[in-house]
């Protein structure tokens, strides 16, 4: 075994050795409640990262997808059907809406596309909105059934953590697999390229929706698990503000990486938490960060681990 390739398997044990232990260090239910919507948040930008980072198409409509899958969700398992069902009934929600969306549309470039997901997410928005009786309107759904698997569910935060976890995991694992595959080099070629990728036979159009469909599947499941973990629901979880929050979290972790999606998720999921001792100041702070982060390493938080990873590399 190579000594780079034996560094990185080490590497990525102490990382999960960190995570899987990080309940046990923070007993606080509050902050673990955090972490599983840190992980969440981790999911819906991994999802956005085949669309925007991956294939280069500017799409502010993950928040919708996120909140079409945890309505699906809190409607289904309110209404009495098992809690097994929803994954299936979200993800069919899901890419029934991003095919409506995407078929018109992604033929559309750049601004043009940005434009029409963010009419979208303000669509899904009023919809949730203004049809009361199914959605709650503002006041959202409360009293969601949890997580159940034959009569088995996890119970408390860290059991939930411990699920999240798990969950992360695989949706990391295919979306690694999906970037190695012939599909993944299409999303690259047609993101750096889309005349050069037509060119050398590349269905662009075709990526760029199956790579919209994949990231909507994505933000579907997340959206479920949200429904049931957190067990309450609103509107203003998955608006416009959240919809560039998403996009926010993306660029600053590092587009097109899969480890940059995480970082970027988690950190800015903890950092307003870990500043709101400041008071209303928190936010000029945060802010600061996010252009600082921007400006200094356009290639997020992700180019940073990686140069850094480079540069020790290279003193040996």
Not at 34 to 51: E, Q, T
């Amino acid at each position: 075994m190579k000594t780079r390739e034996l560094k990185a398997r080490i590497a990525v044990a102490l990382c999960a050795i960190a995570v899987l232990t990080t309940p046990l260090a923070a007993h606080d239910g509050y902050v673990i409640q955090l972490l599983n919507i840190a992980m969440l948040n981790a999911i819906v930008v991994l999802g956005l990262n085949f669309a925007t980072g991956w294939t280069g198409q500017i799409n502010f409509g993950q928040a919708a997808f996120y909140g079409l899958g945890a309505y699906t969700t809190a409607i289904a398992t309110k209404a009495g059907l098992p809690w097994i069902s929803t994954p299936f009934l979200s993800i069919l929600v899901v890419v029934t809406a991003s095919l409506a969306l995407g078929l018109p549309t992604l033929r559309l470039r750049t601004y043009y596309l940005a434009m029409t997901t963010i009419g979208f997410g303000e669509i899904v928005r009023l919809i949730v909105v203004h049809w009361e009786p199914v959605t709650g309107g503002t006041s959202g759904l409360r009293a969601i059934p949890g997580i159940s698997l034959f009569g088995f569910g996890p119970q408390g935060q860290i059991q939930h953590f411990y699920l999240l976890t798990a969950v992360l995991a695989v949706a990391v694992l295919v979306a690694a697999r999906i970037r190695n595959s012939s599909l993944g080099r299409a999303m690259i070629a047609t993101r750096d390229s889309e005349i050069a990728a037509e060119q050398s036979g590349v269905d662009t159009t075709r990526t760029k929706l199956l790579a919209f469909i994949i990231g909507a599947i994505y933000a579907g499941l997340a959206g479920c698990l949200y429904a049931s973990s957190i067990r309450f629901i609103s509107p203003d979880s998955f608006s416009g503000i959240q919809a560039v929050l998403l996009m926010t979290m993306l660029i600053v972790g590092g587009m097109g990486s899969i480890a940059g999606s995480i970082i970027g998720a988690v950190a800015l999921t903890l950092l307003p938490e870990a500043l709101r001792f400041l008071g209303q100041w928190y936010l000029v702070l945060y802010g600061l960060g996010v252009i600082v982060v921007i400006v200094l390493a356009p290639g997020g938080l992700a180019s940073i681990a990686s140069g850094l990873r480079l540069r020790l590399a290279s003193s040996q």
